[in-house]
């Protein structure tokens, strides 16, 4: 077996297009976009070249045929207990040792570079995408979300990679009837005039997007160091959003006219992508109008959720979901409703999701192997 580092146009098509031979008889495997793939390792669409190393790999067997692919790399924005870097993107036919040929290659490449540790399958990027090992629930994954099969779990467990955090999914079926206890905190805000709860609407993005600066920097940008989202970088996110955005499933609350609480949710993207074989071009785009259209997405995904701290378990929560089901339930728009991925690090939005009577719909997990095997493994702090 040999590595082969990515460096020109034909082993980067390669690279790309190997995981068509592990899925070629999954039903179940949803092909990512070629774009959002290929945009992650160029320096002209991913800002954390700014902050990192990064390297694409194939392996090749003694015949010179493809078994494994991986993507190594650093980043110094990640703050670990020891300088940690990550692999991800890796695909492996099932066998042992051919993971354990990329793995060693790995730590060879990252301790060369400083590094102590190693997480996988990580992104070189933010956590909002293409994290964690998929270890339970194979069904379709959500747009950006890792999927993989079952085998993969015994080889990274097998090498000695340890579980670092779990990822869990959370979701329901849309007509789900909401427990008592939000039903009972509705009511408590319902007939209050000093509070409102109201969808976006795409004409007053602008304004809308202010009101989620707002709760955003005053909910997150103190929690676990974390800075302030500006305006003109929220801006453009939503911007961006604009042609997905269904005003029915995004939700504020105001106490007073001053936004106090948001539930950001999107349209599963996957539902529409997956016909498209990883193609993004003008047929494509003409067919997701369409399709759009026609609401042939039946399932939508919750993104962000924030409430001020001074609003904070109050039931202001339960008020906004209870008046966003008034809504969405008796449409029959979307028939499944997921959560992106709640980390076990974080009790309370785990114990919202249980309130919810949310079910774990499918679970992540984030491995780490720290290279000195005489070191005790710790588990991410709980926040």
């Known amino acids: ?15 790309l297009l190997f995981p068509l031979e592990i899925y070629a008889s999954d039903p179940n495997y949803i092909r990512p976009l ?21 390297e694409r790999w194939l392996l090749k067997n003694a015949a010179d045929k493809i078994i494994g692919r991986i993507a190594v790399f650093t980043n110094k924005k990640w703050k670990n207990a020891q300088p940690t870097g990550g692999v991800g993107f890796f695909e ?14 790995a730590v060879s490449w990252l301790k060369e570079r400083g590094m102590e540790a190693m997480d996988g399958p990580v992104n070189f990027g933010e956590r909002d995408k293409w994290w964690g090992l998929l270890v339970k629930g194979f069904e379709e994954p959500l747009y950006n979300m890792n999927y993989n099969p079952p085998y993969y779990v015994d080889l990274f467990e097998q090498y000695g990679f340890q579980v670092y955090f779990n990822q869990v999914c959370p979701g329901m079926t849309v007509e789900q009837k909401l427990s008592d206890k939000f039903l009972n905190l509705h009511k408590k805000y319902e007939d209050n005039p000093d509070f409102s709860a109201e969808h976006i609407r795409v004409k007053e993005l602008d304004k809308f997007t202010e009101d989620f600066v707002t709760i955003y920097n005053k909910a997150f940008a103190q929690h676990g160091g974390g800075k302030e989202l500006d305006l003109r970088q929220a801006k453009f996110m939503f911007s961006k959003m604009k042609d997905i955005i269904d005003e029915k499933v995004v939700w504020f609350v105001y106490h007073k006219q001053n936004p106090i609480a948001m539930w950001i949710n999107i349209p599963d993207l996957n539902q529409y992508f997956k016909h498209f074989n990883g193609k993004l071009g003008w047929w494509q785009k003409i067919q997701f109008v369409i399709m759009r259209y026609r609401k042939m997405c039946k399932r939508f995904v919750g ?15 339960a008020y906004m979901i209870v008046e966003c089901s008034k809504v969405v339930q008796p449409s029959k728009r979307y028939l499944k409703y997921e959560m992106q991925w709640l980390g076990d690090f974080n009790p309370k939005m785990l114990n919202l999701a249980k309130n919810l009577e949310a079910e774990e719909v499918r679970r992540l997990s984030t491995y ?14 709980i926040l």
Not at 368 to 375: A, C, K, T, V, W
């Open 34 to 54: 070629d774009k959002d793939i290929e945009d992650v390792f160029k320096p002209s669409t991913n800002k954390f070249f700014k902050f990192g190393d990064c």
């Open 1 to 15: 077996m040999r590595i082969e580092v990515v460096q020109n146009p034909n082993q980067a098509k390669e690279w």
């Open 368 to 381: 780490r192997y720290l290279f000195d095997r005489s070191i005790p493994f710790e588990r991410h702090p």
């Open 92 to 105: 492996c036919i099932d066998d042992q040792t051919a993971a354990n040929f990329m793995f060693d290659q």
């Open 303 to 317: 993104v962000v959720y924030g409430v001020v701290p001074e609003f904070q378990g109050k039931g202001v929560d």
